[in-house]
């Protein structure tokens, strides 16, 4: 891939108003998942076409006199490539006018994603107020304050008219608890235009004593092991009263009791772990930043409640002394991370708690840890408060929160404004009378039944919905983005038709910037996990899994059903890897279970390409139906590759 620095484009002329998102025509050819070298192509392609788009200078993009772009790095997914900008005006950042340019792996324009709706025009940037006043005014808006991280001026769209503010950013504590608020003070009159809260949290799950027995990735130094991610060095699991990372000589962690801090860690850590994954398998998305990197988790705050704030994720405990690092708690936390680091930053308008009960859920799922499983419901575990979960995605009003979109959801308090979110993402993944135990949901409004998608389906809409969001983020433009984005994986319009279903089924209204699908098939695609017909008892995987050089192992899953029998003693694992140097390559089996079955060793002296070959392995002690994943770790560097496809026959 060629190197790219971030693009700034000049703007010299003001242009008319228009929609913040415009579908726009051209050809849309597919394109298929491709190894590293074609994404980095189709990302190049895709910033070549967004810089040549800004410079044309679209109305939609509201443009005016002495501003100038600066691209992002482009984010690639499985058939779109999203390249983010932001915007500065006459040299100072511009907050409220990023935008996202949406293109096909082709290099086509699909979409625009804008969140400033009018341009600024002339505006001046000398400020009346001193920068040291304004930061007075803003420590105002705490109950205490610790420090300030920084002041700086900048131009606000996002309140009404255009508006010259210094915005800084001070850690301390509100009346709710800790708190990283960043603050917009007008530059002319002093008066607060905007706040903006970093720490987002919610009010605790279940514990590392939860999950029981689970395997962990740790580094060894020396001969001190320590909870630190190997590939991904950012993410380690600390005390929170010292920041110090767990360590020890043995690589022995924890003692089964939810009260102790390193116990926390454990799971945490393992929460954390399975998370990585699961963007990796599900959303072809690496580390948790922009940038692939991750923060501490530190384990030991004196509060009943979990919060995420942009440096770190801190967990909490329970009324029980207890600490709260389930894999939904861990899950959502770091879920407002990715939120966080997506084009426009934390969801807005009532809907950034929803997102990150996605993220929680789509962990507990992708773990299927016996002792955690999932259910959809926020904390299930642990008795926080001695008043059980404290959400429930498939009925919200079971702790008392709306299952039903309003004009007034988008001003409630930010957990509470989860339910419609929440509810929708239940419909789309399970649907109204789901077959495989989950609890029924009811709709809103309209009326026939939902058949969900699949939570992995589901995720992945939400995801590259995430990925066309600005800074002006709402319940309806979630709509819309989510109905972009399912139509863009689906050509059958069956992901788009039941995304739409489960939009209207809790009362969020169509937009005028909803996409359209003329296909009339209704039946939603079903995830790329599932099987061939059950009668055959086989199933294959087609979708590619990069695996990381020298890095974590990767997954790719096939679900098995209507095979009511024990697997075979014979049973057949067919692989294609593509890889350059195949003896760095562990491959294993893992069964429904958890039981893990070697497939293919290491061998340093293996240097052939590929692994292309039929395995034949004894596994009729384990139940044939369930999801079974092919396991793939690359443990030397230099060496890349990919899992191209495999076929499994019980």
């Not at 009346?128 to 006043?133: C, G, P, T, V, Y």
């Not at 929460?271 to 930043?289: I, P, V």
């Amino acid at each position: 891939m060629k190197s790219r620095t971030p693009v700034v484009i000049a703007v010299t002329a003001a242009t008319a108003a228009a929609s913040a998102m415009v579908w726009i025509t051209g050809p849309a050819t597919a394109q298929p998942v491709s190894p590293r070298a074609a994404a980095a192509a189709s990302a190049d392609k895709a910033a070549d076409t967004a810089e040549a788009l800004v410079a044309a200078e679209p109305a939609n993009l509201h443009t005016s006199d002495g501003e100038a772009y600066v691209q992002r790095p482009v984010i690639s997914t499985e058939k779109l490539q999203y390249v983010p900008y932001d915007r500065t005006y006459k040299g100072l950042p511009v907050i409220g006018g990023d935008f996202v340019v949406v293109t096909d792996n082709a290099g086509n324009t699909k979409y625009t994603s804008v969140a400033q709706s009018s341009p600024i025009g002339e505006l001046a940037v000398t400020p009346k107020l001193s920068s040291a006043d304004s930061v007075a005014i803003a420590k105002a808006e705490l109950k205490t304050v610790k420090n300030v991280e920084g002041t700086k001026l900048v131009v606000v769209t996002t309140t009404g008219d255009p508006t010259l503010a210094w915005e800084s950013t001070i850690n301390g504590t509100s009346a709710e608890g800790v708190s990283r608020l960043t603050v917009d003070v007008d530059a002319a009159t002093g008066e607060v235009i905007r706040t903006y809260e970093h720490v987002t949290d919610v009010a605790g799950t279940g514990t590392g004593w939860i999950t029981g027995s689970v395997s962990l990735d740790t580094t060894l130094s020396g001969s001190t092991y320590s909870l630190r991610d190997p590939s991904l060095t950012t993410l380690s699991c600390q005390d929170s009263s010292t920041n110090t990372v767990f360590s020890g000589t043995d690589n022995v962690w924890g003692n089964g009791t939810g009260t102790n801090k390193e116990t926390g860690c454990v799971d945490a850590f393992y929460a954390a772990q399975k998370e990585k994954a699961m963007l990796a398998t599900w959303l072809g998305r690496t580390g948790f930043t922009s940038s692939g990197g991750a923060w501490p988790i530190r384990v030991g705050l004196n509060q009943q409640n979990a919060y995420y704030d942009g440096t770190q994720v801190q967990i909490g405990k329970n009324t029980a002394g207890q600490w709260i690092s389930s894999l939904d708690v861990v899950g959502h936390e770091i879920g407002h991370g990715i939120d966080d680091n997506t084009p426009g930053g934390i969801s807005k308008n009532g809907t950034q708690e929803f997102v990150g009960d996605v993220f929680g859920a789509a962990t507990e799922a992708f773990a299927n840890n016996a002792n955690d499983p999932r259910d959809y419901q926020v904390g299930e575990e642990v008795n926080l408060v001695g008043s059980g979960p404290i959400r429930y995605m498939y009925n919200p009003s079971l702790a008392g929160d709306d299952n039903c979109y309003s004009s007034s959801t988008p001003t409630q308090e930010v957990h509470a404004a989860a339910g419609p979110g929440n509810h929708w993402f239940y419909l789309l993944a399970e649907g109204t009378n789901p077959t495989n135990g989950q609890p029924a949901s009811t709709r809103c409004s309209g009326s026939g039944a939902i058949t969900g998608v699949g939570i992995q389906t589901a995720t992945k809409i939400m995801y590259n919905a995430m990925l066309m969001k600005t800074s002006s983020s709402s319940y309806l433009k979630y709509r819309t983005w989510t109905l972009t984005a399912a139509k863009a994986l689906d050509s059958t319009c069956g992901l788009f038709n039941t995304t739409k279903a489960a939009w209207d089924a809790v009362s969020v209204p169509a937009q005028s910037a909803d996409p359209t699908c003329s296909t009339t098939t209704t039946s939603p695609t079903v995830s790329p996990t599932t099987t061939t017909p059950p009668t055959a008892c086989t199933g294959t995987n087609a979708t590619d899994v990069s695996i990381p050089d020298a890095g974590a192992a990767v997954y790719s899953n096939v679900t098995i059903s209507g095979c009511a029998r024990n697997a075979s003693s014979t049973t057949k694992v067919a692989v294609n890897i593509v890889h350059t140097y195949r003896g760095d390559v562990r491959v294993d089996l893992v069964a429904p279970d958890g039981s893990t079955y070697n497939l293919k060793a290491t061998s340093s002296s293996d240097s052939a390409d590929n692994i292309n070959t039929t395995y034949t392995v004894n596994v009729s002690g384990e139940a044939a139906n369930g999801t079974w994943r092919l396991k793939a770790q690359d443990v030397y560097s230099t060496d890349t590759g990919y899992i191209n496809t495999w076929t499994l026959t019980v």
